[in-house]
């Protein structure tokens, strides 16, 4: 079993919701995705789970290995499609846009 789980980018107009959602050292504006059955920081009471080997940032250099998808601002819904297992999300931006066929 894994779990994701939604952040915000908690900020404002100012620029700070870009700067949490964008910087891969924040879990602000991102979608985090973990393994609750196993443990694979032992050491830390806070980190009772362990980071899926498929996550993008999984020992990557820089960054939480927890982030699955970043770069969001308020992820306020998400579903997995039943018949492809693909994860929708809405998420709401700042500025309205409307795309015209």
Known sequence: MLLSAKRGAAGSASGAV???AQSLNSP????L??????DAFPG???RDYAIPAGNPYAG????LDEIWASGLRNPFRASFDTLT???WIGDVGEVCFFVRP
């Open 18 to 20: 870009g700067a949490n």
């Open 33 to 38: 995705r973990i393994d609750p059955g196993s």
């Open 60 to 63: 990557a250099t820089a960054g």
């Open 44 to 46: 830390d009471a806070d």
């Open 28 to 31: 602000l504006g991102k979608i």
């Open 85 to 87: 297992g693909n994860l």
